[in-house]
């Protein structure tokens, strides 16, 4: 099946840092989802990405569409303490009725 | 507004059991689609389903079984538990179906263990 890869698997780092992470897929999408998961808790959708080239921006997140349609990008500037979590990118497999997810990558900030 | 809601939040069953997890949409979703989350990795993708009907079903075996009420809320049921089976299930509700919207909502999810 369709599987997204992410990198990196874990992030350390210092309070005010900007991180990015990426995910990429061997098949094409035409939709990306960037979602941040938090102990306990379930997903919780950031950024949606419709369009190739597309830049979206949501408070101090940023994500890019992958202009081959194979890959997306996420940005946090200015890390806060609470930005602790994993971040999950996911895609729709090309029957749509159904959301394929990378593996995350664990975020640590550091006060 | 009341996002998606799950019950029960947790939950502990020993291998052979039975299990029904709930969940409620947003107000106005009338699609449902079910994952199964193992720790340390992404949710999987159980179940969606959409007005009642089945829309899609990922790799899991028949003891794995869902339905969707006419208020658009859903259960799933896993029979015959095995430890394998002990992980976060997620709950995702959008407004239409996935093919269309691709945007799912996530509930908080509810914890299972199989002893």
């Known amino acids: 099946g369709q599987q997204l890869n992410q990198s990196p698997q874990s992030m350390f780092i210092q309070e005010g840092e900007d991180v990015s992470m990426n995910c990429t897929s061997s098949?094409?999408?035409?939709?990306w989802l960037w979602y941040k998961q938090e102990p306990g808790e379930g997903p919780v959708l950031l950024i949606a990405?419709?369009?190739?080239?597309e830049l979206t921006s949501n408070g101090r997140l940023t994500a890019q569409f992958g202009i081959t349609r194979k890959d997306s990008f996420l940005n946090i500037s200015a890390s806060i303490p609470s930005d602790v979590g994993i971040y999950f990118c996911a895609g729709p497999v090309a029957s749509g009725s159904r959301l394929t997810f990378g593996e995350g990558t664990q975020l640590t900030v550091n006060p | 507004d009341a996002g998606v809601t799950q019950s029960p939040t947790h939950l502990i069953k020993t291998r052979g059991q039975q299990v029904t997890l709930r969940c409620s949409p947003i107000?106005?979703?009338?699609?449902v689609s079910w994952y199964q989350q193992v720790l340390g990795q992404g949710p999987q993708f159980i179940f969606q389903?959409?007005?009642?009907?089945?829309?899609g079903r990922g790799n899991f075996p028949d003891r794995f079984s869902a339905r969707q009420f006419p208020n658009y809320s859903s259960e799933l049921n896993v029979n015959a538990l095995l430890l394998g089976d002990s992980a976060l299930y997620l709950c995702?509700?959008?407004?239409?179906?996935?093919?269309?919207?691709?945007?799912?909502?996530f509930g908080p999810g509810t914890r299972l263990t199989v002893l």
């Open positions: 389903y959409y007005e009642k009907e089945e829309r």
């Open positions: 098949s094409i999408f035409n939709t």
């Open positions: 990405l419709y369009k190739a080239g």
């Open positions: 995702a509700s959008s407004f239409l179906p996935a093919g269309a919207s691709n945007e799912q909502f």
């Open positions: 107000s106005g979703h009338k699609s």
